[in-house]
């Protein structure tokens, strides 16, 4: 039987070879970009499932909100204490708690030395939450020794290469101090589908004397630094159990000085460790993580391709229903049911589809390579180690040849026999206006995401250029340390003696970076010292870093050197601290008495208002200070144009100020595009796909125009003798094709509206959509049919009248 529906289709092929290449070819990228789109799927979801009892696995979260109860910063770190106090105060719903701190300290074997990102001082118990799989030495015990290591296999055969790593010592610098590390254990490398992977794990007992011993460690709740995980008994509801800890909060910390239960302010949650990756996002991350939302644009893109692709495929099947209409009414003549035909034509469409499959499989083995790598995900159509693809790809067979040989086949048996044998067949109006609907939906999808593309631009275009209110070009960063930061004014005087660097300023953090740190704040508000229930963001600074970054001040003055009170009294807030303060003016703040962590002091000055961070976060309250021992970033703006010579400097001087530490410059403008690496990703995605659809829709109405000018060549002849011009030969043929996609851009504008504005609410700040957006999207999808449309009838319009009533 398939036999025979395979020699209909190489027929078919040789007799009308443009109509099978457009079936074929459509239907084979459609699959293709299913396929290609279903891993990365299958990949996002798949984040951290390689743990026992996953689903008993939680991380600890803890907000701050303001006195208005709105949240104003969420953490996926915590304080330490709160890791035991959860075990210990629930001990019958939780097993174990453990802990993780990460670092970036230098690590050196003999004359190699390293910055390691992936290292953490943990607690023993992270082999008790986690799935971690020991290859050599110990695991647990390893973290129970003060000096013990445990390296990932990776990076032992990095450090050692074919030698067996355990028992060799490596040594460690961090924080200014020194520590010899002895290699205990060696474990397998994590899966790249983990929220966070793990080259070092080390002691945390290091740690607890860094802090102060345990006492102190334990009363810490303002170091928010730990990564903290639970794993919950069996049985317990994580809902339930969540909502008990505001009363351990209030229980170990009490309440505010306004006597204000401190689970009012400050609140612990928990997160399934595998909704991490897609679902948490919050204002710390041990590594970046992915977007649910994008895992439904780019699964519905994949629907929107293969849908396409079956709408030409249901199209052309049935525009073609004429050339078939004597084969069908003469074998149901002979005796054919409607159910035999279904089953034929049912069945030639599954063979179109398999054959569709086969190049779609040659495409995606040639191209997923090179999505992987753009991805940057390990991306792989393995069916030795994945036989449940075989299924997948059987389920995409099935699937588009139920959708897309369905109609036609339904279609075609229904021809009256009678009616077909005497000549008297003709389509019925219900069956053109279905295909009418079906080129409709196809353009109204292509306009929809060519809109979709032109809003990703703008919106990345307006982030990467617009004005963030302080000078972040030429600007470049390095890490400090604590010889650097002693010696600051004279090793500032000397790099500002070389030609090319204007000014060098130091601080905490740097703008492209998140704002994290906080503390308590008291200041006087209508003559009295209040209490603030708000988050103000601090940023310790030299005194020149607002001139370094062209902030400007809207009231007061900057830090001033000459004034030796300004070093511990002074304080510069922003625009948005004057405002959620209550403040009627940045006037009205000068002067004022303001109390912040530990220091008391005063309002000296009020800068305006500027993004430090990334246009996906509003801008927040910030207040800078003047500090020396905590500025770890060495801020250096240079001459525009000079650039390599100006690293070529820093890289020998670095070499002095940090000895064994690579030379890492950041700098500040290529931070912020950082942060919109994927809007830009989604940019030329939408791009690459968008011109797929157009491409796919273009090859259907190719086909549909090509056939539909074939039956009316003796029309067109007749016409031509008549005297019609050329003119309206192209009006007469393609105003029906071009009136269906100008509907199809009219049912594509609200879609596209509505998903796009919902997709830019992610952004604090964001374009509008303008109408010119869907003029722009319309006139790119109308041109495209009018040159696809115009191409085929001008042929007929222009070929020999005679002849082709001859041919007729």
């Not at 104003?72 to 939780?94: R, Y």
């Not at 129970?144 to 290469?161: C, H, M």
């Not at 090319?500 to 703008?511: D, F, K, Y």
Request: charged letters at 20%; proline letters at 4%; a negative charge.
């Amino acid at each position: 039987m398939f036999k025979n529906y395979f020699k209909i289709v190489f027929r078919n092929a040789k007799k009308h070879p443009l109509y099978v290449f457009i079936n074929l070819f459509g239907l084979a990228i459609g699959m293709a970009v299913s396929i290609v789109i279903l891993l990365y799927v299958k990949f996002e979801l798949s984040y951290d499932n390689y743990h026992q009892d996953v689903d008993r696995i939680y991380r600890v979260s803890r907000a701050w909100f303001n006195q208005d109860g709105q949240e104003s910063l969420h953490l996926g770190h915590v304080a330490p204490p709160f890791g035991p106090l959860i075990q210990s105060d629930f001990p019958e719903d939780v097993e174990f708690s453990a802990r993780l701190m990460g670092a970036d300290p230098l690590i050196k074997n003999g004359e190699n030395s390293f910055v390691e990102e992936r290292f953490f001082m943990a607690d023993p118990e992270v082999f008790d939450v986690f799935s971690w799989k020991v290859k050599e030495g110990e695991g647990k015990e390893a973290l129970k020794e003060a000096d013990g290591v445990i390296l990932s296999e990776s990076t032992a055969t990095r450090y050692f290469g074919d030698q067996s790593a355990i028992g060799k010592e490596l040594e460690m610098e961090i924080a200014g101090m020194e520590f010899t590390l002895q290699v205990r254990g060696v474990m397998e490398d994590m899966p790249e589908n983990s929220h966070f992977h793990v080259d070092f794990l080390t002691s945390m007992i290091p740690v607890v004397q860094f802090y102060g011993g345990q006492e102190a460690f334990m009363g810490n709740y303002g170091s928010n630094n730990f990564s903290t995980y639970l794993k919950l008994a069996d049985g317990v509801n994580p809902e339930a159990f969540e909502d008990k800890l505001a009363g351990m909060i209030d229980r170990h910390m009490g309440e505010t000085g306004q006597g204000i239960p401190m689970s009012k302010t400050t609140d612990l949650f928990l997160w399934p460790i595998q909704d991490i990756h897609l679902h948490s996002n919050l204002d710390s991350e041990i590594e970046a993580n992915g977007n649910i939302d994008y895992v439904y644009i780019y699964g519905a893109v994949a629907l929107f391709i293969l849908l396409i692709a079956c709408i030409n495929f249901m199209n052309l099947s049935t525009a073609r229903s004429s050339l078939r209409s004597m084969e069908v009414g003469l074998r149901k003549a002979m005796g054919a049911d409607k159910l035999v035909l279904v089953r034929q034509f049912m069945g030639e469409g599954f063979v179109m589809t398999f054959l569709s499959m086969i190049i779609a499989l040659i495409l995606v083995f040639l191209f997923l390579p090179i999505f992987s790598d753009f991805l940057e995900k390990p991306l792989s159509l393995n069916f030795f180690s994945h036989p449940e693809y075989l299924l997948w790809i059987g389920g995409i067979i099935l699937f588009v040849g139920m959708i897309s040989g369905s109609y036609p086949a339904l279609f075609l048996s229904g021809f009256a026999p009678a009616k077909v044998l005497k000549g008297a067949f003709k389509a019925g109006k219900g069956h053109e206006n279905f295909r009418s609907v079906l080129v409709v939906g196809q353009f109204a999808i292509s306009v929809v995401l060519i809109v979709a593309v032109l809003v990703v631009i703008g919106q990345l275009s307006y982030m990467q250029n617009k004005d963030l209110g302080f000078e972040k070009e030429d600007m470049v960063v390095l890490p400090s340390n604590a010889a650097i930061n002693e010696n600051y004014l004279i090793i500032k005087d000397r790099l500002e003696n070389q030609p090319g660097i204007i000014e060098v300023s130091m601080s905490s953090r740097v703008p492209s970076g998140r704002l994290l740190d906080s503390q308590g704040a008291t200041t006087e508000v209508n003559g009295e010292m209040t209490q603030l229930n708000l988050r103000i963001a601090d940023v310790h600074v030299a005194h020149n870093f607002l001139d370094t970054y062209g902030i400007p001040i809207v009231a007061g003055r900057d830090f001033d050197y000459q004034l030796a009170s300004d070093s511990t009294e002074a304080f510069i807030l922003n625009e948005a601290s004057v405002r959620e303060i209550g403040w009627s003016s940045p006037e009205e703040a000068i002067g004022k008495a303001f109390n912040y962590g530990g220091r008391r002091g005063f309002v000296t000055g009020v800068m305006k208002d500027f993004h430090f961070e990334s246009l996906h976060q509003p801008i927040v309250p910030i207040v800078f200070m003047i500090s020396q021992d905590r500025n770890n970033n060495v801020s250096i703006k240079y001459v525009a144009g000079k650039r390599d010579e100006v690293l070529a400097y820093l890289r020998g001087e670095w070499a002095d100020f940090r000895p064994g530490y690579p030379f890492e410059p950041n700098f500040i403008d290529e931070g912020f595009n950082r942060q919109y690496e994927a809007e830009a990703r989604v940019k030329t995605i939408f791009t690459f796909f968008s011109a797929l659809a157009i491409v796919i829709s273009v090859l259907g109405l190719l086909g549909l125009v090509t056939f539909a000018t074939e039956q009316r060549t003796r029309e067109i002849g007749i016409r031509k003798v008549m005297g019609a011009e050329t003119s309206n030969i192209l009006l007469l043929l393609g105003k029906d094709f071009l009136k269906l996609v100008a509907i199809g851009f009219v049912i594509a504008i609200p879609i596209s509206w509505f998903g796009m504005d919902s997709w830019l609410q992610d952004f604090a700040y964001h374009i509008g959509i303008s109408w010119t957006t869907f003029l722009w999207a319309g006139g790119i999808a109308g041109i495209i049919a009018a040159v696809t449309v115009t191409s085929q009838t001008i042929r007929a319009a222009w070929a020999n009248p005679i002849k082709s009533i001859k041919n007729e």
